[in-house]
């Protein structure tokens, strides 16, 4: 009895506590998690430390003048210098609102296609082109915009200037209408529509089967359906999907860069062939830049990198907020 | 004895024949009226009869539903004929595209330019000289170290979004969301002032590789947490209650149970960046020789090719050049797209 009595293993310690291997693996993936943290942080960090002296030279007019020039003497130091990114902050906003206003509808319209119309294979085939064309480089559509579609684009422009000329924005100083912000807003649509297209399919179809059934038992037409049932369920996340659009289209270079005419001047009238973006600037003055020009462009960047990130953080806030209140 | 009349079933609801005939017509005659409205009327070539007809045929259908049936049916068929429209040019662009790339491209595409580099040639010889090699491996080469930086970042923060689940979970999220706006311009700008300025002093492949990581950790990361999210968790518990640690379920249950969604991840990361022009213009200093050194030298890339034979050349050769390159770029985003898709069955995104 008594050896037996000694064979019984001593009870296991029950615990919560993972395990040695489970604490390390713990670890790992936790440090790996925050590497999107970590990597963003570097980001600011770095084009500060770059770009800080130049901001705090320039001050405030940084963002405000819009002139870019740097004054050498003859020993190659900086006499003098102005240096703002003000003309391409227009040039951002102004092209990619273009983008939006242009994009949004037509995306908006094609995901309510593709959500309530097509069907079957029709829908499938639709579904993976679209997602296909999200996936194409931004070369593609530069240069596809500059050979291609500007000869179209710029007689859309001039029509627009003959019959509603008398706005100011759609008013030319001369007649130049290639190139011209205009058209690189309608490229940078043409880029956007997918992103929009797919995110907005995928909050249309997140709508509450029942209350769309519940709209059709009460006699509601599709549209009928669609205004009182899928449109207050998924504007917040529409909207979101906007705005990472017009994220995508503040930070585009290659397509704005190949598209657009990068003249450094404020220019607010949009059909005329002159403008440019922050990110088309950095890589249009990069190749030429000395030394105190390149911190300059570092500063720029960090602007361009906290308005995307603005951007997109509220973008992904109403994305989140409304897009999947009814899974 | 009385027969049960058994009612015929049928589909009130379905198109009739007529219906369709009625519709038919109208749209033909919706052709015809915009045929003779682009004849007798400023509007001016296929631009002008495309938006002629769309209204024209707008107005016919609701005037047939508004006799047909009341306003709100015609106002119905207007939301549809508007659906149409907005589907009709999301896919203009994307079929446009294609056929321009394929019609440029194809003259600019040689078996010999697969062996050769653009070392002694400028980009206005004939096709025949002169190559892409340098392209291709340095694209390679740049896209795999991309790869072998950005996978074990982006699969652990997948893990850690959806095994660990810690209090982090959600601001994890929306910086990877945040990340994946970054414009590929401020991160070749980032490598440039952390590690070109500072370290290396010297433009290469790596620098191409750190950059382009950048861009590839957010799109892998997502992707591959959407595929984590796919494996039931009975495998989880199924594998906890067998008495395995948490490390033993996900190395053996739970990432084997993914491997075809973890390849889709890689495939749409690569299919991300391969185009990326931007920050490799910045960093990876666009060389036009054969260069299978990534830590040192300039390395050429297939963007590269095609921007330096668009912008510098000028010749109807560079421009074929420039087309075919844009070809072989845009034959890889169709193959990785039908590999994920082939692989995944699912959207893809």
């Given at each position: 009895m008594e050896n037996q009595s000694a064979a019984i293993p001593a009870p296991r310690e029950i615990t919560t506590k993972p395990r040695r291997s489970d604490q390390v693996f713990r670890g790992i993936v936790t440090l790996g998690g925050m590497a999107s943290l970590v990597i963003l942080g570097l980001i600011a960090f770095f084009l500060s430390i770059k770009g800080f002296h130049i901001l705090s030279e320039e001050k405030f007019s940084f963002i405000t003048e819009s002139r870019w020039e740097v004054l050498t003497d003859e020993n190659g130091d900086i006499a003098d210098s102005t240096l703002g990114i003000g003309a391409m902050l227009v040039g951002t906003f102004l092209s990619a609102l273009i983008a939006i206003s242009v994009g949004v509808p037509i995306a908006v319209l094609s995901a309510l296609y593709l959500t309530f119309y097509a069907r079957g294979a029709v829908k499938k085939i639709l579904i993976s082109l679209i997602d296909l064309m999200a996936a194409f480089p931004s070369l593609l559509y530069g240069f596809w915009g500059f050979f291609v579609f500007m000869a179209s684009a710029e007689y859309w422009a001039k029509l627009l200037n003959k019959y509603l000329g008398f706005l100011p924005f759609f008013d030319v100083p001369a007649p130049i209408f290639e190139r011209s912000p205009f058209i690189a807003g309608l490229v940078l649509a043409i880029m956007i529509i997918p992103i929009v297209t797919s995110i907005s399919r995928e909050i249309f179809d997140q709508t509450p089967l029942d209350r769309i059934q519940a709209a059709y038992a009460l006699g509601a037409s599709k549209l009928a359906m669609i205004r009182a049932v899928v449109i207050p369920y998924g504007r917040g996340g529409v909207v979101g999907g906007a705005m990472l659009g017009l994220g995508r289209a503040m930070g585009e270079t290659v397509a704005v860069y190949t598209v657009l005419n990068v003249v450094y001047q404020i220019n607010w009238q949009v059909l005329f062939g002159a403008g440019g973006n922050v990110a088309s600037l950095i890589l249009l003055k990069f190749g030429e830049a000395g030394p105190y020009e390149v911190d300059a462009l570092m500063a720029a960047g960090l602007i361009l990198f906290i308005l995307t990130l603005i951007v997109n953080a509220l973008a992904d806030l109403l994305i989140n907020r409304f897009g999947s209140k009814g899974k | 004895m009385t027969t049960q009349v058994i009612p015929k079933p049928s589909k009130p609801w379905e198109v009739t024949v007529k219906q369709r005939a009625a519709t038919g017509s109208l749209i033909a005659l919706a052709v015809v009226l915009a045929g003779v409205s682009v004849k007798f009327s400023g509007l001016n070539g296929k631009l002008g009869f495309a938006v002629s007809f769309f209204f024209i045929a707008t107005g016919l259908i609701f005037i047939q539903q508004l006799r047909l049936r009341d306003l709100q049916a015609a106002k119905d068929a207007l939301l549809s004929s508007f659906a149409m429209l907005g589907i009709v040019l999301t896919l203009i662009p994307i079929v446009s595209i294609v056929s321009t790339v394929v019609i440029k491209g194809y003259k600019g595409i040689h078996p010999s330019l697969l062996f050769k580099d653009m070392a002694l040639n400028?980009?206005?010889?004939?096709?025949?000289?002169?190559?892409?090699l340098h392209a291709l491996v340095g694209t390679s080469i740049m896209v795999f170290g991309a790869l072998i930086i950005s996978f074990p970042i982006g699969v652990l923060t997948a893990l850690y979004l959806t095994e660990i689940r810690g209090k982090l979970a959600r601001p994890i999220k929306f910086l990877v969301q945040a990340m994946s706006g970054v414009p590929s311009i401020v991160a070749g700008l980032f490598i440039l002032s952390s590690l070109v300025y500072p370290v290396t002093k010297e433009l290469s492949g790596l620098m191409g590789s750190f950059a382009l990581s950048i861009l590839m950790i957010p799109t892998i990361a997502r992707t591959a947490e959407e595929m984590l999210r796919l494996i039931p968790s009975d495998l989880r518990e199924a594998g906890v209650a067998l008495g395995a640690t948490q490390w033993r379920t996900v190395s053996g249950v739970v990432l084997p149970a993914a491997k075809s969604g973890l390849v889709t991840a890689i495939i749409l990361g690569v299919a991300r960046i391969i185009g990326e022009t931007a920050p490799l213009l910045l960093v990876s200093g666009g060389g036009d020789a054969l260069n299978m050194n990534p830590t040192s030298g300039a390395m050429g890339s297939l963007p590269y090719y095609i921007w330096k034979s668009f912008l510098t050349g000028g010749t109807e050769e560079a421009f074929a050049r420039a087309w075919g390159g844009m070809l072989v770029l845009l034959a890889f985003i169709f193959i990785l797209f039908g590999l994920a898709r082939f692989l995944s069955g699912r959207k893809v995104g």
């Open positions: - | 400028s980009v206005n010889d004939p096709i025949t000289e002169g190559g892409l």
